[in-house]
């Protein structure tokens, strides 16, 4: 498909970020499982509550976009960067590792999907503003503050639970 416009370029990028976020809803409790750390499990859990609210926004704007596209459908992209990363985390659950090791490992890998999110958001938050869909990019905006939010919260557990793998 070749790209002729912004508005199909945020369109793709929409698309990239509602497989991602699909993917992350099937990921989380996976990682919740494994995690020993009673604060991470907290906010995990507590993220994979927000991550099904960000893909109901996903929603709403797709509902939209197809009032207006017959033929799209919001399902159709595989978003390969999370999926490459949610790979390295599900790797990670497999290794026979020390708890907290195993802890800041589920940190790391986290972050990352939280920093793809954060310039994902952005990006798609700005185009929403360019192309004039100002409640798309509040909608776009309130999840991107929920996601840095999340890597806020991560940089503060990782902290100790790095302090705890270290001594490990």
Request: hydrophobic share 40%.
């Amino acid at each position: 498909m070749k790209l002729e416009s912004l508005n199909e370029l945020f369109i793709e990028e929409l698309e990239d970020l509602y497989s991602a976020e699909n993917m992350i809803i099937r990921a989380l409790p996976k990682m919740i499982e494994k995690v020993a750390s009673p604060q991470l499990k907290s906010a995990l859990s507590n993220h994979l509550k927000e991550t099904q609210g960000q893909v109901v926004r996903l929603d709403r704007i797709f509902d939209e976009l197809e009032e207006e596209n017959d033929d799209l459908d919001r399902t159709d992209k595989k978003c390969k960067g999370i999926e490459g990363i949610i790979k390295e985390i599900e790797d990670l659950l497999k290794e026979d590792a020390e708890p907290d090791v195993r802890d800041a490992g589920i940190i790391a890998g986290a972050q990352r999907v939280e920093h793809y999110e954060i310039a994902a958001y952005g990006t798609v938050r700005t185009y929403a503003n360019l192309l004039g869909h100002n409640e798309w990019a509040r909608l776009l905006e309130e999840t991107l503050n929920e996601e840095k939010s999340a890597d806020e919260k991560l940089n503060v557990l990782s902290t100790s639970i790095n302090l705890d793998a270290k001594a490990a």
